[in-house]
């Protein structure tokens, strides 16, 4: 398999909303993604076809997604594909996040809260366990119905929020190397996350330069990224860092 060296070029990343000042507070995140980014990986190449360039060996999304997932694998306090249900994350393999960063025990507080706490919902003594995949309890039925019942004892009941604070800012971030039309849906996955649960920091890494043109016409850049985020400033409140992905 043909080995590539992977690099951010120089003027290829952008901050919005104080981005730059919140992954200074985020040591050591900034070297631990440009470590990841910055990387000699193997990868396919595929053969493209299109009407206005012809034939061309490139890259798939496919493949670029397969090779960072496993380069951000490494670092341990990241986790992998992460979806948001019931204002709260569960890190299981399934649409969603490419990657996040988050307390566990204030995100155990929101699904807890989310059944049992102050507001919670009809019968969500038996839901908070049912409603939820092995994956998404990480554990067995018994096990986690326990944890549950432990923590309501421990505050004296259901019906009572279990109260904690966040130990550390939640992040998340995508890797986008498919069609033009995925962006706006990755922002508007960040936007509803940003209401409910939150997100503190988000990352944005996509194609430029010449793995930008390795990959089929019509996906998403940085370029045209900045462009939504310039466009959309008023909208996107979440302070954000872009990052353009190259090969040499």
Known sequence: MPKVKMYIPKGKESFYNNGRIILDSLDPLERDVRGALTSTVSMKTKLRKEKKRGSYYGYGADELNKVLRSQFSTIPYIKGETHVKNGAFFSVSKEGFDFTIYDSDYNYSRIYNYYVGFKGIFDGNNKIVDDLTPKERGMSKKMWRDKVVSTSDKLGG??????????????????????????????????????????????????????QDSLSSNTVNFDRINKIFQENAALIPVPTWVIGLDIQ
């Open 158 to 211: 259901y019906n009572i929020d279990y109260d904690i604070k966040k130990s550390r800012l939640t992040v998340a971030g995508e890797f986008q190397f498919g069609n033009w039309a995925l962006a706006y849906k990755d922002v508007i996955r960040l936007l509803n996350a940003n209401v409910n649960p939150g997100i503190d920091f988000y990352i944005y890494i996509t194609a430029t330069g010449k793995l």
